[in-house]
């Protein structure tokens, strides 16, 4: 049993002072992840407390969705930061500022954060087996510009 699975049996348990052993768990890739999608702007901050507000208030939605937390909370900073309208940030090159915003997450989760097809489509809501073919299409998009 990993550290994140033994916090979240303690969670399961009611004892909602874990999360914050939690927190401490995912935040750097929760934050590494809001730079990336914001950049150092006023809706930093913001997205990152919302995100961990709403994490902690939804989570019996998560022991029934059964997929690492990780994953499970990078899809909430994903859903916060369009809810409350986000921009992208500006410094990324000409190349991807073009590109829908889905696509431009498709490349910051699978290329800077390191996360496999499958979780990405979690986190995107997309389907497992349509994100590949989504992907690569994106990738030939990038190298004919």
Known sequence: MTENEEVLEKMMGSDRRVFFKLYDIVFDPVYRYAVRRVGHTD???RLVNRTFYRAYHQLPQYFEEK???RLWILRHVK???DEMGAPMR???SDALMDL???DLEM???KNFEGLSD???AYILDIEESAFTPLYY???SKLKSN
């Open 67 to 69: 997929v690492p937390f």
């Open 107 to 109: 490349i910051l989760f």
């Open 100 to 102: 829908e915003q889905r």
């Open 137 to 139: 299409r994106l990738l």
């Open 79 to 81: 859903r916060v930061a």
């Open 118 to 120: 499958s979780e990405v």
């Open 90 to 92: 500006a410094d990324v």
């Open 43 to 45: 809706y930093l901050k």
